[in-house]
């Protein structure tokens, strides 16, 4: 019996930058709560065909599977919390910003 389809995100590395990217409705964004939640297997295959078909901005896309709570998705695997959050050989980029924006 096949596994139930359970809620996934599109993620891949921007191509130029690295960075990990999520898709939304419209488009990719740096941050994992505006990610576009895929509830539906055939619309997830078709948004991984989408996403693979842009091979000049994002390399690696995949869907990744999470949870949803208060309508923010949330990682289920350690692997894409550690993507989420951002490098961790120095202190730049989403890290940097968390701790500007907590001052």
């Known amino acids: 019996m096949p596994k139930p389809f359970t809620p996934k995100v599109m993620t891949a590395n921007a191509l130029l ?7 939304t409705a419209t488009g990719w964004t ?3 709560e505006e990610a576009e939640v895929l509830t539906d297997e ?13 091979p000049g901005s994002v390399v690696g896309a ?5 949870t949803v709570q208060d309508g923010v998705p949330h ?8 993507r989420a959050t951002g490098p961790s050989n120095y202190h730049h ?3 940097a910003a968390a701790t500007e924006e907590r001052f």
């Open 17 to 23: 930058e690295g960075d990990v990217i999520y898709m």
């Open 93 to 95: 980029g989403k890290q």
């Open 30 to 32: 740096r941050h994992l």
């Open 42 to 54: 055939a619309d997830a295959d078709l948004r991984l065909i989408e996403a693979q078909s842009q």
């Open 62 to 66: 995949y869907l990744a599977e999470v």
């Open 75 to 82: 990682p289920t695997h350690f692997r894409e919390d550690f």
